[in-house]
């Protein structure tokens, strides 16, 4: 789908018929967790955007987004890593669809890891690797790289809402590292 | 969520809506491939609804079905297998979250393997080891147990619509079989 | 393959001879984390075998051991279950060969999250569900049935050694539990 | 591990070792699925190696090899791929250690859909994304690249020996393709 198509496609769904779908049905999502990988393919950093919330306070968060009418999944991953991470970031989006894990966020707290309180959202989360420069985006402040060490402190995972924090300690997993 | 809960939720979404959002968001499924395994977790048989199509032909299709609004995967998946296997089925739900893949059924044929000519459907695809006993329910007219071989077979392949048979054949591919 | 089988099998590799190879090849290992499961296939429960370790401290370990010559992972994984939580246990052997994780235990620590002082071992890790009673063999002094939260607990993985703690996290990880 | 160590490392397991071992344990072994991918992840096509057999037949073959001792999984991927494709294949070895499917050769056919005269292998098999320049090596005649469709050609599978076309099927299944 080109960027004009998106366009169109956006204005298909209105701000407030999006309202209405959101208390009616799931909404499909993608989630990534950028990382800077060795030649061997470990990973030597993970890479955190830093937003300030509504209420003031500095949140990290992986990339995220939902995915759009007659829109491929790698095509949704690919565009909301643009979006957050710039155009020369040079996403290797993974060959198969299979994600490492689906979060699933409720608006009712405790139903799951995750907690979404607009909507129920149901994520497939992919770990990516970038090669490129990578600039924060929009309202992004800063994008934070850590190591995994770094990465899996219970202080940074208190900095993420909704459960970004369990999502990104089950990428480490999945990477190996020591949790 | 409770059978009531659910009865309510449809009503909450009606056919009406459910036409409108269908043209608009990709649409949440679950799939499942029903087994049956022997003490060593090996696959000795693969079941396959057997359904009259609209015009007349008998089709095999997996068990297949959209996620409520506020209803976590699993309870889904619960739910369309003892829709469509009966409550005696006793499937053993996969503990985790992760699918073995994910098919996306587009209203335009040819941009994935598979196909769905009234919506965008993307759908998480668990195998599921039932233990019990399996009735055909509502419009099916049979369920059909074959082995794996068999199951493998192009001709079963090319009685399945809409790229169910690529799906059986990838759920074999994810069991180590020779397809 | 038979019990008489493996009985003939293990003695072609006499311990002598197995000290020899452990010092010039990866040795291939399964390892399981037993599991109770709700008709959802939640996991409630996550099961740890205690035992005495050399220096008398009681460790919590998971279902651990080799893959032996002509032996199939499943059958592997099916021997050491019934070897470690007794005959009765039922579990639910996975239909899908590909593990959760590979767990690559070094001689030299650091290099991965897993040591093993003894050899360098590579582990295809499994979780699997228990339907039956079992009862600890052989060596173990116990086996304690956590919750998910309770074996979550940074306490619990401090009694785990060689990284079998990590392994655990990396269970629940893919389990979608917070870890 | 240096190229010395490994150079080192295999001169500690002798010929007549590995014979001895071959006959008592499980060798694990690695397999990568070479393929060339566009920006957004999706295959373009699929690297075969073309080798003379011993009866003098062109077969066409993954890159396959041993795990050496106290050598990490990604650590082998990435020196067989050099081995068989050149030092400028540029491979991005995948930052996960799950594999896509894992193989189970034994020397008795039939067991397994996949075969080995010699030995009894377990081999973790990887999609690898190369990148970079690949020049077939040692005792390959070619290296041909195919794309997804011409690769799920029957014809194709039927040169390929010990279940190589199975675990290349089962590779387009994990990528999502039709198969």
Redesign the interface.
């Known amino acids: 789908m080109s960027p004009a198509d998106v366009e169109r496609q956006e204005s ?2 209105s701000q407030e ?1 999006l309202a209405t ?1 959101r ?6 999502y993608v989630e990534a967790v950028p ?1 800077r ?1 060795a ?5 030597t950093a993970v890479g955190l955007l830093l937003r300030a919330s509504d209420n003031g306070r500095i949140q990290r968060e992986l990339v995220s987004g939902r ?9 949704a ?2 565009r909301h890593i643009e979006k957050d991470l710039g155009a020369m970031a040079l996403p ?13 966020y ?3 707290p405790g ?3 995750f907690h979404d309180s607009r909507q ?1 959202a ?1 994520a ?1 989360a992919f ?1 990516v ?1 970038v090669a490129g420069d990578c600039a924060p985006q929009q309202d992004a402040l800063d994008l934070a790289w850590l190591t995994p060490q770094q990465a899996a402190d219970p202080a940074i995972i208190a900095d993420m809402d909704g ?1 970004h924090g ?1 999502l990104l ?2 990428a480490l ?7």
């Open positions: 298909w769904l018929d779908v208390g009616r049905m799931p909404i499909l990382v990988v030649a061997d393919g470990s990973v995915v759009l009418f007659h829109e491929r999944i790698r095509d991953l690919l290797q989006i993974p060959p198969s669809p299979v994600p490492f894990t689906v979060a699933e409720f608006p009712t139903i799951t890891a129920h149901v497939l770990i690797p459960g369990v300690r089950h997993a999945h990477l190996g590292h020591a949790i």
